[in-house]
């Protein structure tokens, strides 16, 4: 086992907003030793640990993450099916689990098509869209919890709510189960291809962005709330919420993670005054801004 930290990464480089600034220490893991020696070496360091997947929720200060960012894409990519149930390691791309599924005519994952994420960040973040979400098809999770012990947790031991779990707590997510229900070839088929078509004709997948900023109020639309308020199009340095999908904030140029924040802020303010509603951020922030 080799495990390899390389100091100053820019974290702008592993995210989906290609903002943020350096790693103090990083490494990229590639099996459950190395990760558990991860772990150990960020307690001999003493500075905290951040597990990363592929970026795509997060805003990493412009100062960076003064501790050990352990990042397990591009490895943990693992994927194994038995009868209708997909068995993922953490890293492996959603994207990845919903071809598998259709490889096998297994539908109930049609909603991930096209979230960027990983498994493990989209179980910690209970990803979802298009009526469904993780929560719908997990069944166990494998973590390496705070005592440096594999475990498997199935959903029942934890908490999962709306972008939401209480994951992180219990420890690092190695892989997870998911239980699909066979389905019909064309059918699979064409339920993912038209999710993949809805997120692209609403939103601006191409660009640099970390999905919608905010989470949906109960019984409400951010994006709808963002456009009522006049906030399409407005604009701090580099960063501008989007006109094809308001509750997207793109990264047009050189956009700085404080850029970013301001943004939101203001949105949360025009939004406030224009609705009563106020609006919380989905995007979580890491680092140091
Ligand atoms: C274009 C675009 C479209 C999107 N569309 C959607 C959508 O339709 N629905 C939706 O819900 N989201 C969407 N997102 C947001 C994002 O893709 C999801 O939240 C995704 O699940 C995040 O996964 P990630 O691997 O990128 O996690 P990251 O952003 O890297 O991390 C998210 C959180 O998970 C934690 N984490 C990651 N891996 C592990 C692990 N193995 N163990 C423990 N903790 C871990 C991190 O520490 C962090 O707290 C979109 C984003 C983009 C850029």
Redesign the pocket.
């Known amino acids: 086992m080799k495990l390899n930290i390389i100091e100053n990464e820019s974290l702008a480089e592993h995210t ?1 907003w290609q903002i943020g600034g350096p790693a103090r220490y990083f490494a990229q893991v590639v099996d459950t030793d190395e990760l558990i020696a991860a772990v150990k070496e960020a307690g001999r360091l003493g500075v905290p640990h ?9 805003l990493v200060g412009d100062k960076g993450y003064q501790g050990l960012v352990i990042k ?2 591009g490895s943990f990519t693992g994927v194994g099916i038995k009868h209708n149930v997909i068995m993922a390691e ?1 890293g492996v791309k ?1 994207g990845t689990l919903v071809t598998t599924a259709r490889k096998k005519s297994l539908e109930g994952i049609a909603f991930a098509a ?5 498994v ?3 179980m ?2 209970n ?3 298009h009526g469904g979400t993780m929560s719908d098809i997990a069944e166990t999770l494998t973590i390496l919890n705070p005592q440096g012990e594999v475990e498997m947790l199935t959903v029942a031991d934890i908490k999962l709510g709306y ?1 939401m779990s209480n ?2 707590e219990k420890g ?3 892989s997870a189960t998911f239980r699909l229900e066979p389905g019909d070839p064309a059918e699979v088929t064409a339920e993912i291809v038209e999710a993949l078509d809805q ?1 692209r004709r609403t ?1 601006p ?1 191409e660009a640099r ?4 900023v905010f989470k949906n109020p109960q019984f409400k639309h951010a994006a709808q709330l963002i456009e009522k308020a006049g906030c399409k199009g407005m604009q701090v340095g580099g960063a501008v919420v989007s006109r094809m999908h308001a509750n997207f904030i793109l990264n047009v140029g050189e956009a700085t993670a404080r850029d970013v924040l301001t943004l939101i802020e203001q949105v949360q303010d025009r939004v406030k005054e224009y609705s009563h509603t106020e609006l919380e951020r989905e995007v ?1 922030l890491v680092g140091e801004f």
């Open positions: 989906t951040f597990v990363i997947g592929n970026g795509s929720n997060l397990l894409r953490a959603l096209g979230i960027p994420g990983t493990g960040g989209a910690v973040m990803a979802g869209g972008r994951i992180k690092i997510i190695l997120k939103q997948i962005t970390a999905g919608s979580e």
